[in-house]
């Protein structure tokens, strides 16, 4: 009984320490009392507690019997007797003691640890939104660039545009000087063709008179009008 005691008392030393410092095994210690504590193990550890409650309590009356007796009519075996059930009352409500510790500290740390595990939460979240916003941040800034290579590019498409729709207009420009030009070029060769033709006309005509005063002529000089 006093080993099992003592086994007791050392885990729940164990499990205080665990509890008091921060340490990685805290968080499923206090997980595990949780569960613990919504089970059926917690009727039965208040059952065990009740019992050795009972137990603590009879050895103190014991002792207290024991005590009651005068000094010189206490033996030897009384004495031993007296050692034992003092030393196992002591371990029984120091356990007590230190399971009430226990209780406490697991109603206070809960809170701690679920705060601890939203500040982590948080933090981790925080750090992946920071994560997303550089990211974000990054993609602005080469959008943009793209946005102002694109305006660049539009830029000088628009003066290129410019250039050859100015091209374009003095071509027009050339075109209907050219087509003017033209016509001008027709209508001067329409006149020409009719001089041509009048000019072929009045030849015709200076041809025919020639010819007709060159006959009258050869009549004139012919030897048959003369009678020769």
Known sequence: ????LFTVLFAEMMMILLLLFKTPLREPLVAGLDGFKQGKAQLAVTSVGVTVFVVMMYNIYTVVEIR???ADTVDSPNRVILAFRILEASLMGVSLFLLVMIETLHEFIKPVVILTEIITASRNQNQACEDTNRKNAHLAKSIKEDISRLKTGIT????E???REKDVQSRKANSSTLKNQLVGLHVEYDHLLTENKDLKD?????????SHSSSKKMSFFSWDQWGL
């Open 1 to 4: 009984m006093i080993y099992l």
């Open 202 to 210: 009045q030849l015709h005509d200076m041809n025919e008179r020639l």
């Open 161 to 163: 545009c410019d250039k």
């Open 156 to 159: 000088k498409l628009e003066s």
């Open 68 to 70: 009651s007796c005068s």
